[in-house]
Nanobody
Framework: VQLQASGGGLVQAGGSLTLSCAAS????????MGWYRQARENERERVAE???????YLADSIKGRFTISRDNAKNTVTLHMTNLQLEDTAVYYC??????????WGQGTLVTVSS
């Protein structure tokens, strides 16, 4: 399984960014797809996840600002981030968790929010 993330960058506070992740090398229709992030010296935290049945998890810190979607035909998951805040600065990782509970990670993409 390979995950290729893209879309990180530098944005001013209040701005928007969209992260995309393309998965390959497996069958993902029964997998959960999502995004985690890790800020400097912090633990990696789950940001958003969308399950095969369509249920969605959103961390409290990003509710109302971030949305997650997936395209099963293209094996992609997208995180649309709005009203970005300084505390959203982190390396964002795409992740796929298969039905057996094995999690695969993408390479990480840096999101930097400036004041």
């Amino acid at each position: 399984v390979q995950l290729q993330a893209s879309g990180g960058g530098l944005v001013q506070a209040g701005g928007s960014l969209t992260l995309s992740c393309a998965a390959s090398g497996g069958i993902f229709s029964r997998s959960a797809m999502g995004w985690y992030r890790q800020a400097r010296e912090n633990e990696r935290e789950r940001v958003a996840e969308i399950f095969s049945g369509g249920d969605i998890y959103l961390a409290d810190s990003i509710k109302g600002r971030f949305t997650i979607s997936r395209d099963n035909a293209k094996n992609t998951v997208t995180l649309h981030m709005t009203n970005l805040q300084l505390e959203d600065t982190a390396v964002y990782y795409c992740a796929v968790t298969d039905w057996g509970g094995t999690r695969y990670w993408g390479q990480g993409t840096l999101v930097t929010v400036s004041s």
